[in-house]
């Protein structure tokens, strides 16, 4: 498995090559960019290209991207709504699709092996017509990133849209042969189980997001800070056929300085043997 790590810890600063230079140095073999615009200005070419020339100079690979949750710069608190291409609005599922297109265009500049799509925000619920938005939205932007040669992976969130169960259905129905699954261990803990999650998805699983919480609220813990069993959990992972990199995902602490990220994420990466 590749040692990745998301820029998501980040997520409060302007992303820069010293930050990229920082998740290196914590023994990251590739990257995942979180698509904020505050954050990762993906429609500022100088600030993509700027990102671009430092992945080409360096080992470290642009494994994924993380779509945009927000299209403003200030993470929905100027009031804008959340990118949702399920919405039931049409209006805003164009909104949702264009502005994730915005981002996919970074892959013009690095070569980006993933997006990660959320399907839906929290809590939105399974019905006939989530699964036919579901699948318009895949099938539009699977056309969008072929070329660019991003592959779309779903992500298992706090909505029963995506419980395990019909995210398979939804790549069943739709024949979405290049389409797999980020399993998110920290949103499989908090819902039905990982093991569970595991066993579901696991022909589908191509790259997993790693962080801890206690089981009941999404709290991107460093792993080893909850109550998640590690050594269990990472053994689940590793009987998954395709899955190829390990991605911590962290949140974001003000106290936290990019040598501590540094040294933190290389104890991790230890601690899961990877």
Not at 140 to 163: C, D, M, S, W, Y
Not at 223 to 235: C, H, K, L, R, V
């Amino acid at each position: 498995m590749l040692r990745a790590i998301s820029t998501h810890i980040f997520l409060r600063q302007r992303l820069h090559p010293g930050l990229l230079e920082t998740l290196a140095k914590g023994g990251a073999q590739g990257i995942e960019i979180f698509a904020a615009r505050q954050h990762f200005d993906y429609t500022s070419k100088p600030h993509v290209k700027e990102l671009a020339l430092w992945f080409a100079a360096n080992p470290v690979e642009p494994f994924s991207m993380h779509m945009p949750m927000f299209g403003d710069t200030e993470m929905g608190r100027s009031g804008a709504p959340g990118v949702n291409v399920v919405h039931p609005e049409k209006s805003r599922r164009i909104d949702a699709m264009d502005e994730v297109k915005r981002a996919l265009e970074t892959a013009e500049e690095m070569p980006l092996r993933y997006l990660i799509l959320h399907l839906g925000q929290r809590e939105d619920m399974w019905s006939p017509r989530t699964v036919e938005h579901a699948m318009t939205a895949i099938e539009h932007l699977q056309a969008f990133a072929r070329p660019l040669g991003v592959k779309l992976l779903l992500e298992n969130i706090e909505n029963e849209v995506t419980e395990s169960l019909h995210l398979v259905e939804i790549i069943r129905i739709g024949h979405f042969k290049d389409v797999g699954v980020c399993l998110d261990v920290g949103h499989a803990h908090i819902g039905g189980g990982i093991a569970a999650a595991v066993a579901e998805l696991k022909p589908l699983i191509r790259s997993t997001h790693l962080h801890d919480n206690h089981g009941q609220k999404d709290e991107h813990l460093w792993p080893g800070d909850g109550t998640i069993a590690w050594t269990e959990t990472m053994q689940e992972l590793r009987t998954a056929p395709e899955l190829s990199a390990a991605v911590l995902e962290i949140n974001y602490l003000p106290e936290e300085t990019p040598e501590h990220v540094a040294s933190r994420a290389a104890e991790t990466f230890k601690k899961l043997e990877l």
